[in-house]
């Protein structure tokens, strides 16, 4: 049996922040914070905040822009955070919204309906809730029949996702899958943290995931090589969880939200990634030549520069390994999807791909694709 990527599907916020507004804000921040902390920064006892700036994000990590669901209080130096409504439980949820949107463009992509589902998996790096589950709600909202479940594999749950679907189907028990992330991210940032206010924006991606025997769209990828692999590490981290009011005096404590040990991450996941691929290569006698794209997770243009470099052999170009980063920033799972849906058009039949994610966990996996 072969298993086919026949749909894909995009949500984009309306809502959009530049690094120059961003870094304005923070700023303001940075000066006030030192103001009021004058005396202390004299004596020693507080380190004074350093600046940021435009130049310094996009040499760092590639980002110049990001989408989110809410942007003026993210902007307010009295806030910082996003502010969401909460809905009362009778409507449709934020973060089940964007992934009905982004389902329907898969699915009408894919040339299939709603009847045609019999599995939502919702794969993310947070979820809005325990439960009910997002994808039964999605599943709910969409009138698919069948089942659904969430999880969540971090930068890596999108891919993981599609293995699942893909195991799904081999084994009889769904026959075409939808594998959504709607990745809210936004209020995961600590908009006051020089090193990582830049790094997030907030999207919905979509695959559809059927037998080959039962596609019809114009774009249909095989699977013809998969393999995910963990590694525990501390590395990349949140705690934010139900538990924290258990500890009330640091449930708001900055480990909360997303923290990293960015050189180390660097140090340790690029090899691990570069041999995941490879290997899968190698499996199915896949030269790098022979590699018509590379659809790579998109957190850090130097490193997506680093393990490209590192498969091919050389330094290729932005059509071989497209970069999408500097316009949505890191969406953690969803930013390799969003590669695979933007640029795709121009493959033709037994073009092959790889389609990469890593992160926190660590976690990787790799999948090759093989266009129809």
Request: charged residues 20%; proline residues 3%.
């Amino acid at each position: 049996m072969s298993v086919v990527i026949s749909g894909t599907g995009l949500f984009t916020p309306s809502e959009k922040i530049s690094n120059d507004e961003l870094v304005q804000c923070f700023n303001q921040y940075v000066e006030r914070f030192n103001a009021d902390n004058n005396a202390a920064i004299t004596e020693g006892t507080i380190d004074a905040l350093s600046y940021s700036s435009s130049e310094f994000i996009e040499k760092a990590s590639g980002i110049k822009s990001r989408y989110v669901m809410a942007k003026d209080d993210i902007l307010n130096i009295d806030i910082m955070h996003p502010t969401l409504i909460e809905r009362p439980n009778d409507e449709l949820s934020i973060q089940a919204e964007i992934g009905v949107a982004a389902a329907k463009q898969a699915l009408k992509a894919a040339n299939k309906t709603a009847a045609d589902i019999d599995l939502v998996i919702v794969a993310c790096a947070y979820t809005q809730r325990s439960y009910p589950a997002m994808a039964i709600e999605i599943q709910d909202a969409l009138g698919c029949n069948g089942w659904g479940f969430d999880m969540l594999v971090a930068c890596s749950a999108a891919t993981f996702g599609i293995i699942n679907a893909a195991n799904a189907i081999r084994s009889g028990t769904a026959k075409t899958v939808l594998v959504i992330n709607p990745e809210i991210l936004s209020p995961q940032i600590n908009y006051r943290d020089r090193d990582s206010h830049f790094i997030f924006g907030d999207v919905a991606t979509a695959v559809v995931i059927e037998d080959q025997s039962t596609a019809t769209s114009e774009h249909c990828f095989k699977i013809i090589a998969e393999q995910p692999i963990t590694q525990f590490s501390n590395n990349i981290r949140s705690n934010i969880g139900y538990m924290n009011n258990c500890h009330p005096e640091n449930a708001n404590a900055d480990d909360k939200y997303f923290i990293q040990q960015g050189r180390k991450v660097f140090k340790e996941v690029l090899p691990m990634v570069s041999e995941l691929i490879t290997s899968q290569m190698a499996k199915i006698d896949l030269a790098p030549d022979d590699v018509k794209r590379l659809y790579l997770h998109q957190a850090n243009i130097n490193m997506n520069g680093f393990i490209a470099k590192k498969v091919l052999g050389r330094i290729p170009s932005l059509i071989e390994a497209p970069i999408i980063l500097d316009e949505y920033a890191n969406t953690s799972s969803a930013g390799c999807i969003i590669a695979l849906h933007k640029h795709h058009d121009d493959l033709a039949s037994g073009d092959k791909m790889v389609l990469c994610s890593f992160g926190a966990g660590y976690s990787a996996c790799c999948l090759i694709l093989e266009h129809l």
